[in-house]
T-cell receptor, first 113, second 112 residues
Framework: QKEVEQDPGPLSVPEGAIVSLNCTYS??????FMWYRQYSRKGPELLMY????GNKEDGRFTAQVDKSSKYISLFIRDSQPSDSATYLC?????????????FGGGTRVLVKP | NAGVTQTPKFQVLKTGQSMTLQCAQD?????MSWYRQDPGMGLRLIHY???????DQGEVPNGYNVSRSTTEDFPLRLLSAAPSQTSVYFC???????????FGSGTRLTVV
């Protein structure tokens, strides 16, 4: 079983809808949680970063971490066609050598005009 | 400010050939890593470095070598290419203050 699980999708939504993405993980030592967005044939880019539990909001994006359930979420409000991409969750342990990340497999999102 | 620069963007190798994937960053980041991305497998860590002269293995290090003689550069060497190394390779860098990694645009490698 993988340390970080993520539904591969694809997740198709109409423009303006809320996109809901999530990951589950098994290692309780993970303390840093991130979401990356990856457009086709591009490198991942960091969207959101959260330390430990709680919520974080940045514009149309909200990240949530529930460490008791080992579950993290990303919500995209008022989705746009430009949000069509693969979204990767990633996490790391506190004081991990080199800040090593463990990634989920990614969820492909398609926002239809 | 270029960020993380990878060269080449595309490469085709024959089985048994060797090559070096180049990676450079201009953000003075201490940490650098190499990942490979395969369909259904996500991003997997090959090697990483916590500073000049210090490297260590990740999850899938076999068939790859790295060195880090400067803070800026972190090349990845394929010693004897195999078809199983066909993949997209990403270099990434991070500061010690764990705010996530900055990725390069990737190298698409095909081994025939």
């Amino acid at each position: 079983q993988k340390e970080v699980e993520q539904d591969p999708g694809p997740l198709s939504v109409p423009e303006g809808a809320i996109v809901s993405l999530n990951c589950t993980y098994s290692n309780s030592a993970f303390q840093y949680f991130m979401w990356y967005r990856q457009y086709s044939r591009k490198g991942p880019e960091l969207l959101m970063y959260t330390y430990s539990s709680g919520n974080k909001e940045d514009g149309r994006f909200t990240a949530q971490v529930d460490k008791s359930s080992k579950y993290i979420s990303l919500f995209i409000r008022d989705s746009q066609p430009s949000d069509s991409a693969t979204y990767l969750c990633a996490m790391s342990r506190i004081k991990a050598a080199g800040n090593k990340l463990t990634f989920g497999g990614g969820t492909r999102v398609l926002v239809k005009p | 400010n270029a960020g993380v620069t990878q060269t080449p963007k595309f490469q085709v190798l024959k089985t048994g050939q060797s090559m070096t994937l180049q990676c450079a960053q201009d953000m003075n980041h201490e940490y650098m890593s190499w990942y490979r991305q395969d369909p259904g497998m996500g991003l997997r860590l090959i090697h990483y470095s916590v500073g000049a002269g210090i490297t260590d293995q990740g999850e899938v290090p076999n068939g790859y070598n790295v060195s880090r003689s400067t803070t800026e550069d972190f090349p990845l060497r394929l010693l004897s290419a195999a078809p199983s190394q066909t993949s997209v390779y990403f270099c990434a860098s991070s500061s010690t203050a764990n705010y996530g990694y900055t990725f390069g645009s990737g190298t698409r490698l095909t081994v025939v």
